[in-house]
């Protein structure tokens, strides 16, 4: 049966955005995307805002159903479609911790890279950079051991990290100190479809 067009809302600074536009370009899912404006006061359009969402980015819609929060609609697309999920049932509750931390631990990352593009104070600034070195850590540690942080292979919980390391030069730190990280990395840009921030989110 033919599914109704994937919609996606986002804009092109958001990394929460990047991370659903890899899943629908490594799972090969066309959608159209629609740039939202975030700067102040700039409101969500009328079609996100009457569905009673968070006025937020990113917002998948297809037909009938609209979502909010990027590990949500991740795992919305991974069970719709069946790929990048879990296999095995005890999977799925380590996938679901894995993108639980990157929502909280190595999002860490992403408040380094606000402080440096928003200007933010040096004190707060080297709060999330001590923060975003502890994640980075413990991200390395895991990958020093397996190939993808579930299974063996590449799941939404790699595809939810992905976007926060790829912009770690933005964040004021770098690949060489993570060396895990780094192999990782560059595995998950050798699977196809996978692609970087600014190639997956147009201007
Ligand atoms: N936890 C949410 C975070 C989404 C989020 O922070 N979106 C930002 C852009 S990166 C946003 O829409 N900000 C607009 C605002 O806060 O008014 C997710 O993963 O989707």
Redesign the pocket.
């Known amino acids: 049966m033919n599914q109704p067009p994937i919609i996606l809302y986002g804009?092109r600074?958001?990394?929460?955005?990047a991370?659903v536009a890899l899943y629908l370009s490594m799972a090969g899912i066309p959608y159209e995307f629609r740039k939202?404006d975030?700067r102040d006061g700039a409101r969500p359009p009328p079609e996100i805002q009457s569905r009673g969402h968070f006025?937020?980015?990113?917002v998948l819609v297809q037909g009938n159903t609209t979502l909010?929060?990027?590990?949500v609609?991740l795992t919305w697309l991974a069970e719709q479609t069946g790929q990048f999920g879990a296999v095995e049932p005890e999977e799925r509750w380590q996938i679901a911790e894995w993108m639980g931390w990157i929502?909280d631990g190595l999002l860490a990352l992403?408040r380094s890279r606000a402080a440096r593009v928003l200007n933010w104070d040096a004190s707060v600034m080297s709060w999330w950079d001590g923060r975003s070195m502890t994640a980075l850590g413990i991200l390395d540690g895991a990958l020093k051991h397996s190939t993808f942080l579930v299974g063996g292979r590449p799941t939404i919980a790699d595809i939810a990290a992905f976007p926060l390391i790829d912009l770690i030069d933005e964040a004021g730190m770098t690949l060489a100190d993570w060396p895990a990280v780094g192999v990782w990395y560059a595995r998950m840009l050798a699977l196809p479809g996978c692609r970087r921030h600014y190639d997956l989110l147009p201007e």
């Open positions: 804009n600074q958001s990394q929460p955005t991370r939202v975030l006025g937020m980015v990113p909010a929060v990027s590990m609609i929502a992403q």
